[in-house]
């Protein structure tokens, strides 16, 4: 039996969610990457003053909160239709502050919490303590800090019930019924692995340094062209190695909601097809989940060396560079002004201007 889905809005008057009419597209979510939601409600006066704010949205399955807290961006007009997408709201947030800091030997979860101060989230960054790191930003977006932190100590980074973020190994191992799911094809290609990494860069001193993981013969050399630390250096060898050896093409895996909607990225699930070659315990990199049906991605699709290398000199150059505000552990950068204290769901989003009408009366128009 095909279960219900429930889009819920919050409404300040009422201090809480309110289920509105709508029809849901999907779900998108990626480990360690993008999500997003997309819906439609009908083209009313109602629900055009519903979306010219920010509201504050989540999504029920069956009574159950499939998707946290996400904030209403984009919109869509058609004639009949509002297409309305939401993003995670404490990534938003995050993108909306930076930090300025030299953060040297200090525990990852210390690190954290400079960087939820200066992004002025209301909730604890749930990190852990070990390796000590070095950190260096400058004018870094915080939602990068957030990457770059997660990146030096090897461990993933997600947000869960719309509020709390989380460092660390996210999933677990699931039920699911691999004999359900259908699958096309899949496409393996071994011609760009390599064995040992190297990634080349320059101390704030000037000085060439090098990190590397790996052992063997068949070496990728990248640069790192921001100065930075070895520590950083042997940290994101680790990381490519990893990413450089992952096969080519993805495995999407399509089965009833019902069977997969208990599914995140990064859960584990056993899938047996030997005609295929694949028999064993897979982790989920990609969901999207829609009304009826959803895809699980458990293979990602492996990004080429020289991609690899471009985002190495390019993707992180606003991080990791040389500032000189924080001296010791035990106050954070002079440039972060903390905001107001507040409580609650509306005072982790105050910062987006929310402000919502009560429209719980108005959208009565249902979509099927």
Known sequence: MLGRWTLEYYDEGEEGFVEFSGRLEEIMEELNGHEEVSFSIPNTAANRSFVATDQLVRIKFDGAVVYGIGVLYDIEYSRKQLKCVIYNGVYELLKRRVISGEYIGLMPSSVAEFIRAAAGLTYMVDCPATPDVDMIFDQTICFDAILQLAAAINKDYWVENGENLHIGDRGSAQEFDGNIANVSERAVARSKKRDKVHVRGV???????????????????????????????????????????????????????????????????????????????????????????????????????????????????????????VSQFGGGPPDIVLPPARSGIMAMFSEFGYANPSISESMEVSVT
């Open 203 to 325: 101390s704030y001193e000037g000085d060439e340094i090098m990190g590397y993981a790996g052992a063997g013969d068949n070496v990728a050399v990248f640069w790192y062209d921001t100065p930075t630390t070895e520590y950083t250096l042997y940290a994101l060898a680790v990381k490519k190695l990893a990413e450089i050896n992952m096969d080519d093409g993805s495995v999407v895996l399509t089965c009833p909601i019902t069977s997969g909607v208990h599914l995140y990225p990064g859960d584990t699930i056993t899938i047996s097809k030997p005609e295929l070659s694949l028999d064993g315990s897979y982790r989920i990199m990609k969901t999207t989940k829609k009304r009826k049906t959803m895809d699980v991605e458990i293979i990602r699709q492996k990004r080429t060396t020289e991609k690899v290398l471009e985002e190495l000199s390019t993707g992180t150059r606003n991080s990791f560079t040389l500032t000189t505000l």
